[in-house]
């Protein structure tokens, strides 16, 4: 594959300082790293099987990923003699994964935070990774996560979402993409598929599935545009009291989401995201939330026949808006690990982003598809990424991923229930629900 160039610095000015270092929080003192026999903090690996005689085990984030990882791991064993065990979480139930696998004997020796937020939780757990072989293949010091002077954690994936398109359906609704590029024109569009849908064999947007598999793209994707937006206006990164400023743009997103969808409202609570998949590529909808990862699920549809607007709310300058990128994925190494294992541990992460297979497994869209914020980042055949490229490179603004700054994971459900509420009933009182849940609790859980 040949060697693509690393992403632009408007890419790299895009993403969220707060990803970076607490999206304007003040970073804590490092706590003292363990470090590997024969090495100081932040130790250089050979970057192959070092014979320190340790082994790795991964605790994955991504289950759509879970079968590249297995297959890597195994290769990197046959290649080196190294056994590296990969685990992956349930969707949504990473944290709960991660505390119950740490205080285990045999605990992860790589696993991942989210940002600023998930590294407050485990920061005492962190070996340093500045100096190390794996930091020094970063395309740029903005993709390590930073706790003080200790290199915490590093961005082990670039990713983009959006509203991706049937641009056959579209076009067969009478509309073109250069027919959207507001949410007014969005609105307009969406309703007028569902004033004719059942002439045109077809609905506006899949179902809003609000179960596990699903409801992370509405109280953690589409959640983080009020966010952003707020923060924009007030000049912040990161706040212990979010005010809700734009969460009636919020609610208009979601109205048009689930009243110009595949399913009665009152139905959301039992869809999947599966059923997303499925409704988006049998044809049933135009349009389906969702980000470059989701490329292989969708690829049946044509690279011909899919494209990818901004998510639109009603706010800012709409014509030069872009898709939203970022990161919420951190590997870290456990210092708690015994010191051959983190040897092990960062050998492997090396081989990972430096050596052919790992890169091509990597990056490539016959396995994971990643843009990767590394030296050797691959040209992608993903064609959403590079979608998302051509928006950076037309000079839109891309919408930062903020929501790593948002309080727990609990306040994200809570968030989810109140929005699955709402569904069912969209009265003004239920809203309400989702502002309090939005705004009160952000408080709440933010001064735990």
Same mark, same amino acid.
């Not at 998949?277 to 939330?289: G, L, R, S």
């Given at each position: 594959m040949k060697l693509r160039k690393a992403l632009s610095l408007a890419l790299t000015g895009a993403l969220c300082v707060g990803l970076l270092a607490g999206c304007g929080g003040n970073p804590s003192t490092p706590s003292t790293s363990s470090t590997p026999s024969g090495s100081t903090g932040g130790s250089t690996p050979s970057g192959s099987a070092s014979g320190s005689g340790g082994s790795v085990y991964y605790l994955n984030f991504k289950p759509e990923q879970d079968a590249d990882w297995q297959a890597l791991a195994k290769l990197y064993t046959q290649e080196t003699g190294v056994e590296v065990k990969v685990q992956t979480a349930a969707s949504g139930q990473y944290e709960t994964t991660l505390m119950s696998e740490m205080a285990k004997t045999e605990a992860p020796t790589l696993f991942q935070v989210n940002g600023p937020v998930g590294l407050a939780n485990w920061k005492d757990y962190c070996y340093d990774l500045s100096g190390s072989k794996i930091a020094g293949e970063l395309s740029s010091d903005d993709f390590a996560l930073m706790d003080g002077s200790s290199m915490s954690g590093i961005a082990y994936v670039i990713e983009t !979402?959006?509203?991706?398109?049937?641009?056959?359906?579209? @076009?067969? *609704? =009478?509309? #073109?993409?250069?027919?959207?590029? %507001? &949410?007014?024109?969005?609105?307009?569009? $969406?309703?007028?598929?569902? @004033?004719?849908?059942?002439?045109?064999?077809?609905s506006a947007f899949t179902s809003a599935g609000m179960d596990g598999s699903s409801d992370w793209r509405f109280k953690t994707h589409l959640a983080n545009l009020p966010i952003y937006f707020e923060y924009e206006a007030d000049g912040i990164g990161d706040t212990d009291a979010i005010k809700g400023? !734009?969460?009636? +743009? !919020?609610?208009?997103?979601?109205?048009?989401?689930? +009243? +110009?969808?595949t399913? $009665?409202?009152?139905?959301? #609570? @039992?869809?999947?995201?599966?059923? #997303?998949?499925? /409704?988006?590529?049998? /044809?049933?909808?135009?349009? !389906?939330? +969702? =980000?470059?990862? $989701?490329?292989?699920?969708? *690829?049946?549809?044509? /690279?011909e026949n899919l494209g990818m607007l901004p998510i639109y709310i009603g706010v800012g300058d709409e014509a030069n808006q872009?898709?939203?990128?970022?990161?919420e994925n951190y590997w870290c190494v456990n210092k708690n690990a015994d010191p051959a294992d983190i040897q092990a541990t960062?050998? &492997?992460?090396?081989?990972?982003? #430096? %050596?052919?297979?790992?890169? /091509?497994y990597m990056c490539s869209g016959e396995h994971m598809g990643f843009v990767v914020p590394f030296k050797g980042n691959l040209e992608s055949n993903n064609l959403l990424v590079n979608i998302a490229n051509d928006y950076v490179a037309n000079g839109t603004t891309s919408i930062k991923w903020c929501f790593p700054t948002m309080p727990s994971e609990e306040w994200k459900n809570v968030v989810g229930s109140a929005l699955t509420t709402y569904a069912a009933d969209q009265t003004d009182a239920n809203w309400e629900t989702v502002r309090a849940a939005f705004v009160d609790n952000w408080a709440a859980e933010k001064s735990k």
């Open positions: !979402y959006g509203i991706i398109v049937n641009t056959k359906l579209l @076009a067969d *609704a =009478g509309y #073109s993409m250069d027919d959207i590029k %507001s &949410f007014a024109d969005l609105k307009k569009v $969406a309703e007028d598929i569902t @004033a004719r849908k059942d002439e045109l064999g077809f400023t !734009y969460l009636d +743009n !919020y609610r208009d997103i979601w109205d048009l989401y689930i +009243n +110009n969808c399913t $009665a409202p009152t139905m959301l #609570s @039992a869809k999947t995201g599966d059923d #997303s998949v499925a /409704e988006f590529v049998t /044809e049933q909808a135009v349009f !389906y939330q +969702n =980000g470059t990862w $989701a490329y292989s699920d969708v *690829a049946d549809v044509g /690279e872009g898709l939203c990128t970022g990161t960062l050998d &492997f992460m090396y081989w990972c982003v #430096s %050596s052919e297979t790992g890169l /091509e």
